[in-house]
């Protein structure tokens, strides 16, 4: 049998050699899992917490990089936000098993050792029985490294990583563009439930599978969930704006730090079709469905070129998916909410997919929602993305389903002996007249396509084989 370096080395050699097949067995294999615990999630920035959700001094949420490195965000009494390692420095224990919560001090239960929200050893109980030789600034609580992206707050744990800035590379683009330039805040809690399923399965699905929207969700579309068209709201198409040739359509980005996405539309995204939207008002019924005011509001958060863009997409109800490598993928809906004070909304889903075993992952669903936007806008939105994407929404009793078999399969005896082609749109180069940022750093290329996901595995198994 091949062990899991072999397999890395050939799908390498597949993606290098112009015919990528995936091997079943990438999805559940023990081994592959194993190694991931100890070169992937050490390295790699992951997403921990959003600004909003701690957003007074002593708040704190408990959150995971990976499977098992359990990690503390909390916003100290100076007002600064700082992660740790959810252990105890006296006999390892970790001492929070609460979400989210506010405190001063956290207390471990083992010994009742006592940390500031600041992450300093400030009480021991019996401390003459240390004798006076126990240094307490020694023994805080660990730190780990963070960085905070627009309100979005990323840890990681290797002390060498580059930079977040650098890590999201060219892709902060449209990034900032899905994120409104992180005009954004978390509503609610996060939504979490444990699926039996690989990660890898709804990552490699996320960013980078409009094709299976069709077939998968066809369903969703025959009791009209799907999202919105213009129509729908009793709009005209944009005057002079081309459709995509042969209908529902779009773009999908590959970048080469494994980050991936797209824009899934009706209409085409060319430069023709740009300067037409430019010179173009925004109906008043499109503030039906965003924010009113957006546009203005997000001046000097986004730059000319990406107002425009999102001008675009509110002009033509385009579909925006985003995937930051490894695990964290956003999308926005444009929908209808059936509520009578906002009858249409956008969904903004951030999603988290974590390793808990090998066929076995938390997903996390935070629901955001516009800063500028009023309650009931963000209620609304809230709503909808609990309808269309938590443990029994119409969309994920749709995919997990999938995502459940493929981890079965690629558990089984089978796993090493099935390749998957990934080859859709394989001749096909980029889109070098795209309007909006692409360079060999990202590259854009025509929906459907496995380009995004092959971008996926390339920097996986760099990451892997390094």
Known sequence: MKDVYEILEELKSSIEGGYPELPLSMYASRELFELEMKKLWPRVWHFLAHESEIPNEGDYVLRYIGPNVSVIVAKGDDGKIRAFLNVCRHRGRAFSKVDRGNASFFRCPYHFWTYSNKGDLVG??????????????????????IENYKGFIFGNLDGKAESLENYLG???????????????????NPIRWVVNMSWKAPVDNFGSDSYH????????YSISANPLKLEDVGLQPPEGVKKVPGGFSGYQFASAKGHGGGITSLYDITQENLDKIKELPVPEKIYQIYPPGLLEHLKGKLSEDQLLALKMEMLTLAITRIRVFPNLALIVHSLFSGEERQKYVQDYLLR???PVDVDKTEVLTYC???????EDYKRASYRQCIF?????????????????MQ????ASVIGNNVKLPMVQRLKEGPVEDFPLPHSKEVQVFREPADKSSLAWWKRYVEILLS
């Open 124 to 145: 021991i109980p019996q401390d003459e029985t240390f004798s006076n030789v126990l240094d307490r600034s020694k023994y805080g609580l660990i730190p780990v490294r």
């Open 170 to 188: 060219e892709f902060k683009w449209y990034l900032d563009l899905a994120i409104r330039g992180g005009d954004v805040e978390v509503y609610g």
């Open 213 to 220: 929207i069709p077939f998968t969700h066809r369903s969703t």
């Open 352 to 354: 988290v997919w974590r």
């Open 368 to 374: 955001l929602v516009p800063k500028s936007a009023n």
């Open 388 to 404: 269309m994407q938590d443990a029994s929404g119409i969309l994920d009793v749709d995919d997990v389903e999938n995502w459940i």
């Open 407 to 410: 981890t079965r399969m690629s």
